[in-house]
């Protein structure tokens, strides 16, 4: 978020969607009362370093990694948080003070802190005691989500051979120390909500969302008979089709599969402003995608679309619609349609902060295609259109706007994405692009801290995080100084060597 919206949030107070906390060297002891309410009611907002009154004190900054590591390791332990929910936590500076803040979604479940469940009554977090009220609970969720629906007769065999491996590599490129990666199977899909324990019927079992992601073809057409997602192209042939992809696979190779839609159909435009260099194609479309998988309502018998036109793109998906209308990206809060799913593939690394995908389609298509505004149509079909006015490939006038010395920087991409093959195995294309990308402005803004290498590449506190450790892990670069107040980044010489090469 930027410091625009938090400011917002906290002019606005406390709330049943808005929660803030005083941290200032640890977390606070009620923490997990309200993530487990707003698990349990509709979501939202917890800042930590923000007194009841919104006034903003910040919190201990020698302490920040401490705070958001034990926060991610609680989240993800079931004696303290059942069934446990993986949050991680996000840095923001706001004036002269660092705050943490996360948005806790919906869940699917219900869940428990300490043995109790807790709901949010305005800017309360209640003890639900009664069994009446419990169960209420459970069926208010029961009737939305259907994504939790058990299967006890799906067994782990059931799911594609290879494909638990290939989200365990993905997860493992994303988040080298991710707390899943050390579990046994049984405990991994258990801690990612894709086994679950009905505590009103007593059914326990693989979910919907189990077999979804994991599930060989023939299982899943077996529970969904209707599943389908269709791709088509319809630049010439408008009745019918250019060219067709009828996908009917679990939803981590459909991701794949649609991206290569987009990659053989539509053109790549890379923009370049001072020292950044991104694909916008891609930023803009894996947000589609995503958005077009995740936030499904896979019950429902319609198939998915996805259809590139000469002047756009279309999808369209069943869905349970919240606000019902046009989507306004800037003042929209966001709300998961599948809960679980959605989380499974924030740690896959193909979603960022729930939310962020129609902002980033917004900011990034103007880059794409200027002078063009998305639209989001929250009803019964969900309906995304991202109208294109592309210049023929090759041309680059309009996309490369404020660009500094553009044939150097480059040869400069180039080199750092030379070094990045040559050092990283096993990560996918878009961690590796994002890789190179950090690597590249570290080579040109060295000494900085994370704060400063944010403003430099957009990406969130969190995920910066990652892609400085995953570096640092292959002796790219290094951390020079006594503190994370005053030290910075610099290249190590392994990586001055295969630059100057």
Not at 35 to 62: H, S
Not at 161 to 186: F, M
Not at 472 to 479: C, T
Request: hydrophobic content about 35%; aromatic content about 10%; charged content about 25%.
């Amino acid at each position: 978020m930027t410091e625009e919206q938090i400011r917002h949030i906290i002019d606005h107070g406390e709330g049943n969607a808005v929660e803030f906390k005083e941290s200032g060297w640890a977390l606070p002891n009620t923490v997990f009362e309200s993530v487990c309410a707003f698990l349990n009611r509709q979501g939202g907002y917890i800042l930590l370093g923000v007194k009841d009154n919104g006034t903003i004190i910040g919190v201990d900054r020698a302490n920040v990694s401490k705070i958001k590591a034990d926060f991610a390791t609680i989240s993800n332990n079931p004696s303290k948080l059942n069934p446990p929910y993986l949050l991680d936590l996000f840095e923001a500076t706001i004036g002269n003070d660092t705050i943490l803040y996360t948005y806790v979604p919906q869940s699917s479940q219900v869940h428990r802190c300490d043995g109790i469940v807790y709901d949010r009554v305005a800017d309360a977090d209640i003890k639900v005691k009664s069994d009446v009220d419990i169960s209420r609970i459970y069926t208010r969720k029961s009737a939305y989500y259907t994504e939790n629906q058990i299967f006890p007769y799906i067994k782990i065999s059931d799911f594609k051979p290879g494909l638990l491996d290939k989200a365990r590599q993905l997860i493992r490129s994303n988040t080298p120390d991710h707390p899943w990666l050390a579990l046994p199977d049984d405990q991994f899909l258990a801690s990612a909500g894709l086994w679950q324990l009905d505590y009103k019927t007593g059914n326990d079992g693989y979910t919907l969302a189990a077999v979804l992601l994991l599930g060989r073809d023939e299982v899943i057409h077996s529970v969904l008979p209707h599943y389908r997602t269709d791709a088509l192209l319809r630049k010439e042939n408008t009745d019918r089709y250019d060219d067709r992809l009828d996908i009917r696979t679990n939803l981590l190779e459909a991701y794949d599969l649609l991206m290569g839609f987009v990659g053989k159909h539509l053109p790549d435009r890379f923009y370049i402003s001072g020292d950044q260099r991104t694909n916008v194609r891609d930023w803009i479309f894996r947000e589609v995608v995503a958005n077009l998988i995740v936030h499904r309502e896979y019950t429902n018998a319609s198939p998915a679309q996805f259809i590139i036109y000469k002047d756009g793109v279309e999808t369209d998906n069943a869905n349970k619609p919240i606000r019902h209308g046009p989507i306004n990206p800037q003042k929209f809060s966001p709300f998961p349609k599948n809960p679980t799913i959605a989380r499974f593939f924030a740690q896959l690394g193909r979603v960022e902060e729930l939310g962020s995908g129609i902002r980033n389609i917004t900011k990034y298509l103007t880059i794409y295609s200027p002078g063009t505004i998305p639209s989001f149509i929250d009803e019964d079909t969900f309906r995304t259109t991202i109208p294109l006015k592309l210049e023929p490939d090759g041309a680059s006038d309009g996309v490369s706007e404020g660009v500094t010395d553009g044939v150097y920087a480059n040869e400069k991409w180039r080199i750092v994405e030379g070094v990045i093959e040559g050092a990283i195995e096993g990560a996918t294309k878009g961690v590796k692009e994002k890789l190179v990308h950090v690597l590249f402005v570290i080579a040109l803004n060295e000494g900085l801290r994370i704060p400063e290498y944010q403003d430099e590449t957009s990406y969130s506190y969190g995920s910066l995080e990652r892609y400085l450790k995953k570096l640092r892990s292959v002796d790219l670069i290094e951390f020079r100084g006594t503190s994370a107040n005053t030290g910075g980044y610099y290249l190590t010489s392994k990586a001055m060597e295969k630059i100057k090469k």
